[in-house]
């Protein structure tokens, strides 16, 4: 199993950048697929990004394709969020999730959970 721990959140300004990262330590990192979630104030967690054990297989929700990038470095047992162009409606608490091999899409398909960091997006 693997521990996801994220960093890299914190407060910009509409059309700024952030970077997160999350370390998920444990056995055989790279035979997971790891996801980003977000949960907007009041609203349920919704799906964000998720890249597969095979990196070439990466999925984004239509709300963030062409301004978030997810990709992973199996060497440090990473996985990063480069969010572009954010927009207040961005302003969430992150998750990071792995689940074994291939992407998912819901929460419930994710076995293991960070404890999330908080992006805030002003206007």
């Known amino acids: 199993q693997v521990q996801p721990v994220e960093s890299g959140g914190g407060s910009v300004q509409a059309g700024g950048s952030l970077r997160l990262s999350c370390h998920a330590s444990?056995?055989?990192?790279?035979?997971?697929?790891m996801g980003w979630f977000r949960q907007p104030p009041g609203k349920e967690r919704e799906f964000v990004a998720a890249?597969?054990?095979?990196?070439?297989?990466?999925d984004y929700a239509d709300s963030v394709k062409d301004r978030f990038i997810i990709s992973r470095d199996n060497n440090k047992d990473t996985v990063y969020l480069q969010m572009n162009n954010l927009q207040p409606e961005d302003t969430a608490v992150y998750y990071c999730?792995?689940?074994?091999?291939?992407?998912?899409?819901?929460?419930?398909?994710?076995?293991?959970w960070g404890q999330g960091t908080e992006v805030t997006v002003s206007s």
């Open positions: 999730a792995a689940r074994p091999r291939d992407i998912g899409h819901r929460v419930w398909q994710y076995n293991y």
């Open positions: 444990g056995r055989l990192f790279s035979t997971y697929a």
């Open positions: 890249i597969g054990w095979l990196e070439r297989n990466v």
